[in-house]
T-cell receptor, first 110, second 113 residues
């Protein structure tokens, strides 16, 4: 299975600190996406990185992809209480259907 | 707002009831998805419709029956459910292109008594 696995499962930090979460997967991919989910709501797409890209930025978000290690990281800089949510990586490797991991639960304390 | 709406947002039903979940997308997408999200489990893909044809059915029990009458609407018909079917049911849509983004609805929180 190429399902991504996020690490850590849970992360608790103070406002203003950076949050880093990782995603590992097993087989080759075409792209990897990060999504965010607020409690009991739908997922919201954050960023997509293709297999030929190594780093992408979007506002306070920075995503890296290392295809040799089959891993990706999501960095949220200067975190805010409103960043509290679950974060999921989703890998796509040949069809248009992404496969999601279990997610990292992030709590940012004000 | 993501352009994908789901109704109802909350549903409580007995095991003998029949109910339907509805999803509508206003994005002009041509693929729609049903996911099940249970606590402590990865998001489970249930069904995929592409251009109104079912292209994926991940061994979902027959008590769940999808329907896609057109590219903007997707239904999930429920009958004789079990308590373990209680979960958040998410609908998503996308374009059927290489690695396109999925847009999710807010979900229906289903409780089976």
């Amino acid at each position: 299975s190429q399902q991504g696995e996020e690490d850590p499962q849970a992360l608790s930090i103070q406002e203003g600190e950076n949050a880093t979460m990782n995603c590992s997967y097993k087989t080759s991919i075409n792209n990897l996406q990060w999504y965010r989910q607020n409690s009991g709501r739908g997922l919201v797409h954050l960023i997509l990185i293709r297999s030929n890209e190594r780093e992408k930025h979007s506002g306070r978000l920075r995503v890296t992809l290392d295809t040799s290690k089959k891993s990706s990281s999501l960095l949220i800089t200067a975190s805010r209480a409103a960043d509290t949510a679950s974060y999921f990586c989703a890998t796509e490797g040949g069809s248009y259907i992404p496969t999601f991991g279990r997610g990292t639960s992030l709590i940012v304390h004000p | 707002e993501t352009g994908v709406t789901q109704t109802p947002r909350h549903l409580v039903m007995g095991m003998t009831n029949k109910k339907s979940l509805k999803c509508e997308q206003h994005l002009g997408h041509n693929a729609m998805y049903w996911y099940k999200q249970s606590a402590k489990k990865p998001l489970e893909l249930m069904f995929v419709y592409s251009l109104e044809e079912r292209v994926e059915n991940n061994s979902v029990p027959s008590r769940f029956s999808p329907e896609c009458p057109n590219s903007s609407h997707l239904f999930l018909h429920l009958h004789t459910l079990q308590p373990e079917d209680s979960a958040l049911y998410l609908c998503a849509s996308s374009q059927v292109n290489f690695g396109d983004t999925q847009y999710f609805g807010p979900g229906t929180r289903l409780t089976v008594l």
